[in-house]
């Protein structure tokens, strides 16, 4: 890309993200749906200022990392500890009803054959984890039970969600499933999940130990950024999301961490908060980027527009969403609560998104199809967000 092309595009997602952000929430939505909106706006669907690209597609994957490093900043590991079991029931349901159902139907009215209703199914399995906590976090509610199992979940689904396409694209290209690799592939992730936020804490002790021997301006900043972009290299090495080497981060930064060595080392919090507080003006820049991108990716030309075209989408997108929304309603508790981890597991996003656009470069999911799946990730990252924002509506917030 060009950097002309590369500015003015950055310039209208940034600007064209802000104001619609702003205006959603004036209206009582989540900033997310504006910004969604946005890039509808400005990209091929509409007025076509900005095409997808692959520089503005890294740009995106950059703010949902920096997103989940705050996201990881708030997180309790031991609130996160305690909800374990239920976040694993949860997500698990939510991986298994839309891979059998959303697969069945996709195959049924939309004439797939076995593996590519399968592979349309598996991409509606991963809940977009930033959509739902940011959320969360304007209503003061990642903090709660339910947040806590919401996060457990999103993140085990994430990585249920890059399992299943590696197996899937293998199988695609071997015609054959290697179960050892599947086993090692599971085995790397977790492995990356347990020690990636210690090692991020002790490197953290060592930056706060070396302050004193660096003198130019912005430590802080380059201490933090530097950290993410190692973690979430080492996540992409693991075979994880690179975006949890983000969240992985933010987990080390958190108040709330916790490990057997706190004990014999001093509390680094002045430190810490520092390095999270010099973050924050990236983050508010760079997050809304992803999620301006969700929307440019669309292209609603592709799309079948006869009256049963739209209303087979519709029924599709229902599925997607009733299957999720089912997920919730496998967790413990009041029915509200219930609700609310129903709600928050519904928005697709980074994932899903991944997930088809490996599908159709793999010639799995054809350009029609692939625009349709889409599309039904777009409806749920809007339908979600509005409907947790309802869920969350008359609960009280969190105390922090």
Not at 31 to 58: K, M, Q
Not at 263 to 287: C, G, M, W
Request: net charge positive; proline share 4%.
């Amino acid at each position: 890309m060009a950097i002309d092309s590369f500015v003015i595009s950055i310039f209208l997602i940034l600007v064209c993200g802000r104001l619609l952000g702003e205006f959603a929430a004036k209206l009582g939505s989540p900033a997310v749906v504006g910004e969604i909106i946005a890039g509808l706006l400005i990209g091929p669907s509409v007025f076509g200022w900005i095409s997808p690209h692959n520089t503005l597609s890294v740009l995106a994957e950059l703010g949902v990392i920096l997103l989940l490093f705050d996201i990881g900043c708030d997180t309790s590991v031991k609130r996160l500890y305690h909800a374990k079991g239920h976040s694993l029931w949860v997500a698990l349901s939510g991986i298994l009803f839309p891979a059998v159902i959303a697969s069945a139907a996709a195959a049924y009215w939309l004439n797939l054959s076995t593996f590519t209703a399968l592979f349309f199914g598996c991409a509606l399995t991963a809940t977009s984890i930033g959509i739902s906590i940011r959320v969360m976090s304007q209503a003061k509610q990642t903090h709660t039970h339910a947040g806590q199992i919401i996060l457990g979940a999103a993140v085990i689904d994430d990585v249920a969600g890059v399992v299943l396409l590696s197996i899937l694209l293998n199988f695609n290209e071997s015609g054959s499933l290697n179960f050892l690799s599947i086993v090692l592939l599971t085995l790397k992730v977790i492995i990356f999940l347990l020690i990636a936020p210690p090692l991020a804490r002790t490197l953290i002790y060592i930056a706060r130990g070396l302050q004193s021997r660096f003198k130019q301006p912005g430590y802080d900043v380059f201490i933090i950024v530097s950290l993410i972009c190692l973690f979430a290299w080492l996540a992409h090495l693991f075979g994880a999301p690179a975006l949890l080497g983000g969240f992985a981060v933010g987990i080390a930064l958190s108040r709330q961490f916790v490990s057997p060595i706190n004990r014999y080392l001093q509390n680094p919090f002045a430190f810490t908060h520092r390095l999270e507080k010099s973050t924050k003006p990236l983050i508010d820049v760079f997050a809304p980027i992803f999620f301006v991108y969700v929307g440019i990716t669309v292209d609603l030309s592709q799309l079948d527009v006869s009256g049963t075209g739209l209303l087979l989408l519709a029924w599709l997108a229902l599925i997607a969403i009733l299957t999720k929304l089912a997920a919730g309603f496998s967790a413990q508790g009041p029915w509200r609560k219930k609700l609310t981890i129903g709600c928050a597991m519904v928005p697709r996003g980074e994932v899903g998104l991944v997930f088809a656009e490996m599908g159709r470069q793999a010639s799995i999911i054809p350009p029609k199809l692939f625009t349709e799946l889409v599309m039904i990730i777009v409806i749920t990252t809007i339908a979600g967000p509005l409907m947790l924002k309802g869920s969350l509506k008359e609960q009280k917030p969190a105390k922090q």
